[in-house]
């Protein structure tokens, strides 16, 4: 069976994350695990011979000092990350998850994101735009990279709170990609009995509005209620406050278009819009 991979870290949104592995493994009938993965703490600054200049056996202490200091903290992740994990399956036991687990890993999260994928159904993970500023790149770059090296879906849980979606909203933009996005939201057991919105950011032209039109009726052919709505605007800049306005919703994209090389000068509209969305975004391949 697939599993569902709730990747929970501690941090201000790991309840939602639990939350939307629990509500994600209740719709798919699957195995729910929790992976908590302790990366190495960033690397004390080298220390260099000042041998001449403290002595050699002060150099010694600081060194064991350094050392004692990276066990007690390398101990205390370790219990952190044992509680974190245990709460999280009282959580989804109190819910009536009858599969679920729990998996406490050493090592770079991401490689370990990628080195599981074998048997994942869907990756759940956190993406912390609420958090300080210094650190707000590097986790992005965390979530942006699992979604570039993983072939199953990722749903990005944006908020602290978790909220039942009421209905989809699939960015469609008529290309071959979103196009190929409207049979699979069809046909996706976690999206399945739930309405779609088809939303469209750009130009309004006539060549638009029948993508537009043809997506929904696509849609109804494999039984979904479909609606359309057209937003004038950059995607990025029009549909954040489209689809907040249609909460609670679960934003669907594809994952990265473009070239690497227009990726690299102009950026990415999923990039975008996983940094500034207000409600959860599913990502598929």
């Not at 066990?71 to 989804?92: D, F, K, S």
């Not at 072939?151 to 849980?157: D, E, G, I, R, S």
């Not at 699939?170 to 990609?177: C, P, T, V």
């Amino acid at each position: 069976m697939d599993k569902v991979y709730a990747c929970i870290d501690g941090r201000s949104n790991s309840d939602a994350v639990i939350d939307w592995g629990i509500w994600s493994a209740q719709r798919l009938q699957g195995q729910l695990e929790f992976l908590h993965v302790i990366e190495r703490p960033d690397a004390v600054a080298e220390v260099k011979d000042y041998s001449g200049a403290i002595g050699l056996g002060a150099q010694e202490t600081l060194l064991h000092d350094l050392s004692e200091h990276d066990a007690r903290r390398g101990r205390q992740a370790r219990e952190a990350g044992r509680a974190l994990v245990a709460a999280a399956r009282a959580r989804a036991e109190a819910a009536g998850v009858l599969h679920h687990d729990g998996r406490l890993r050493h090592g770079d999260f991401v490689e370990t994101v990628i080195e599981m994928q074998g048997d994942a159904g869907l990756f759940v993970l956190g993406e912390h735009h609420h958090a300080a500023p210094g650190g707000r790149v590097h986790r992005e770059h965390h979530v942006e990279r699992v979604i570039r090296g993983v072939a199953a879906p990722v749903l990005v849980a944006t908020t602290e709170h978790f909220e039942a979606p009421s209905r989809v909203v699939l960015a469609f933009d008529g290309g071959a990609a979103s196009r190929r996005s409207l049979s699979r939201i069809a046909r996706h057991p976690l999206l399945q009995g739930l309405p779609v919105l088809v939303v469209r950011a750009g130009e309004d032209t006539p060549a638009a509005r029948r993508q537009l039109d043809e997506a929904c009726r696509t849609l109804a052919s494999e039984g979904v209620r479909a609606e359309s709505e057209w937003a004038r605007g950059p995607a990025e800049a029009v549909l954040p406050a489209l689809v907040k306005a249609h909460k609670p919703a679960l934003l669907v994209m594809g994952a990265f278009g473009h070239s690497w090389l227009r990726r690299l000068l102009l950026g990415s509209t999923t990039s975008t819009l996983l940094r500034v969305s207000e409600v959860p975004v599913l990502v598929l391949r």
